[in-house]
Each structure stands twice: as structure tokens, then as C-alpha cells.
């Protein structure tokens, strides 16, 4: 019983918190900020960060690590080694959403809010996990926060596309959130081809709170809608890169799902490769962090080439690790992959 109250009040101080916070998008797709862009010189830098966007009280601490986030990164540009493109997982709160403007990005594109909708027809399993949806679990309700997911970008976007995920394909505590995937078109100076980069983020696994079972079909769903999203919006005339936090880990099951949707479906008969492992074959050293990321198996740069431009994973940086204090800004590694952008012989 005082499990079941502590869920309940879990679910109850979120939908408090989403009330003196926004949960998604602003007016617009995208906006325009002014900072000044890296210059391009044949590499394209992507870096991909699950920043813990919680609301309080379900996390505490958050504005200065968001605060520490947007100072580094604002470094980095004073030193001209910013990172080309950011994804960000988890940005719910406006202080989380307020990182790439402070940062000087000028391109910011936003994923799903919490009234965005998704219809799709549902299959006979589908019904059947719907039939068993749990209010206690957050289940049951209207979605009380967004996608989290933004895309920050120092060169100009073409085009924004954004999908959530159909509401019987989520379970447990993740439904309450509006899960789902955000892919905008780059327009790299002086690259063959405009790039397309998608972020998204699936359903956990132990801490949605619900069984194995559960959990692995929504994550199968949403692993299916992801593919579809990619089929329909991206361009084969462009390179594909897809980063974000997976929640993979372990499970062997998802692990499967997952990659049979990306071997069959994302590239389009061609190869897809995840970036970390890449420079890892590679023989290259990987930062500490980055190999406990690999570890992790949650965040992911798959990556795909066009017919006319190849992407290639020639090393791995890490922005956002273990502090000097030991500590982290956020629970994720934040790392950046740099991709050799170049025209296919």
C-alpha cells in the first residue's frame, strides 16, 4: 500500500510541476538565435546528451547543472572548438530549454509537446497492452509533459519534422511524457549535401515501473513508428545520422528490435553504423567516459550514407563527463562524435 501511495504521489507531483513549466515546443518549429558557426573544414560534429531536464522535485540541483551546461558550451564556442550540432534528451524544464540560446546556437528545433497526438491503427497486441494500462503507473492520463528533445544547430536548418509517438505505444512512467523523435535538415556550407539529423528517445525499461514484458512491447512499438518517421521524412539523397538515448543496455530484447528496424529500414539498404563503435574497431583511444557510455549501451550515433556523400566516425570527444569533483552534470555521458563529411568517388 505505501508503494503504491509513493506512485501516485509521483504521478501527482509531476502533473503540479507541468503546471509552472512548459512541456514542449514554443510557438514555433524552430528558432533563430546568433551565434556564430564553426567553420566547416570537411568535419561534421555532432554531440548527443541526455541532460536530466526533470522538473523539481523529482530532481533537485538541475538550473546550475543546466546553468554549467550552457557555460561550457558557450566556452568552447569562445574557443572556436563548438560542437556543430547538439541533441539534447530529457529537456523539459525552461532552464533545460534555455541551454543552446544561452550557448549561442542559431538554429533551435524542438520536438513534440504535450498535446502533440499521433494516431495510428492499432494492432491485436496493441489492444491487448492497452487493455492492461495502469492509472497508478501514469498510464491512463493525458500526457503531462513533452518529448524533451531539441536539436540545437550553428548551421542553418532547411526543414523540421517532428512526431509523437501513438499514446498506446509507451509504458509505465514514460507515458507520461510525450516520447517521440525530431529530425531537422542541415544545410552544411561547403559539404555535397545537406545532412539529416534526428533525435528521439525511447521508453526506459526499470524505471517506467512495469514489468519486462511491458515495457519491451511499447519499446518494440516505438522502435517500429521511429522507422516509419524515418521512412517518410528522410531524404535518401542525404546522409542520416540518428542519435539520442536508446535505452538499450543490457536487454538483449531490445537490442534485437532495435537493430532489426535500423538494418532494414533507416539506411535503406545501406549499411547503418553507431559512431562510438566505429572509432572504437578503429583501434583509436576512446575517453574513459566514453567507453562507460559504450558500456551503458543508452546513447547512441547511428549513422547512414547517401548515394553522393559518405559519413564517416574518425574520433570521439566528451564535453560532458565525470567532473574534477567526481561528480556529473547530468546521469548521461554528453559526447560528441566528429564525422568526416565527404563526397562519395
Not at 113 to 122: E, F, G, Q, R
Not at 270 to 278: C, F, G, H, S
Not at 309 to 323: C, H, K, R
Request: aromatic share 8%.
Amino acid at each position: 500500500m505505501l508503494r503504491t501511495l509513493k506512485l501516485r504521489s509521483a504521478a501527482v507531483l509531476i502533473g503540479l510541476c507541468c503546471m509552472l513549466v512548459p512541456s514542449g515546443n514554443v510557438a514555433s518549429a524552430w528558432q533563430q538565435g546568433h551565434g556564430e558557426p564553426r567553420p566547416f573544414d570537411g568535419t561534421l560534429s555532432v554531440l548527443t546528451y541526455n541532460v536530466k531536464g526533470l522538473p523539481w522535485p523529482l530532481a533537485s540541483g538541475r538550473p546550475e547543472a543546466f546553468s554549467a551546461m550552457a557555460d561550457r558550451l558557450r566556452d568552447m564556442r569562445a574557443e572556436g572548438r563548438n560542437t556543430h550540432i547538439v541533441v539534447l534528451q530529457e529537456a523539459f524544464t525552461q532552464d533545460a530549454q534555455s541551454i543552446g540560446q544561452a550557448a549561442g546556437y542559431r538554429f533551435i528545433a524542438y520536438g513534440p509537446d504535450a498535446t502533440a497526438l499521433a494516431p495510428a491503427p492499432m494492432a491485436p497486441a496493441d489492444r491487448r497492452h492497452l487493455a492492461g494500462a495502469s492509472w497508478w503507473k501514469g498510464e491512463t492520463g493525458a500526457k503531462l509533459l513533452g518529448s524533451g528533445l531539441q536539436i540545437l544547430s550553428d548551421f542553418p536548418v532547411l526543414a523540421v519534422h517532428s512526431m509523437a509517438f501513438p499514446g498506446f505505444a509507451c509504458a509505465g512512467y514514460d507515458c507520461l511524457s510525450n516520447k517521440g523523435a525530431v529530425m531537422v535538415t542541415v544545410k552544411v556550407p561547403g559539404a555535397p549535401t545537406p545532412v539529416d539529423i534526428i533525435t528521439t528517445h525511447l521508453n526506459c525499461r526499470r524505471k517506467s515501473g512495469v514489468g519486462h514484458a511491458r515495457s519491451l512491447h511499447a519499446y518494440w512499438r516505438q522502435a517500429a513508428f521511429l522507422s516509419r518517421f524515418i521512412a517518410e521524412k528522410h531524404d535518401p539523397d542525404h546522409p542520416l545520422i540518428v542519435a539520442g538515448d536508446f535505452n538499450i543496455g543490457k536487454d538483449a530484447g531490445r537490442r534485437h528490435h532495435l537493430f532489426r528496424e535500423l538494418q532494414h529500414g533507416w539506411g535503406r539498404d545501406i549499411p547503418v553504423t553507431d559512431a562510438l563503435r566505429e572509432v572504437a574497431a578503429s583501434s583509436r583511444n576512446l575517453p574513459a567516459d566514453a567507453l562507460l557510455s559504450m558500456r551503458k549501451a543508452k546513447d547512441w550515433q547511428f549513422h547512414a550514407n547517401s548515394p553522393t556523400a559518405s559519413l564517416t566516425a574518425q574520433s570521439i570527444e566528451v564535453p560532458f563527463g565525470t567532473e574534477k569533483d567526481g561528480g556529473m552534470l547530468s546521469d548521461h555521458v554528453g559526447y560528441t562524435a566528429v564525422f568526416r563529411l565527404e563526397r562519395m568517388d
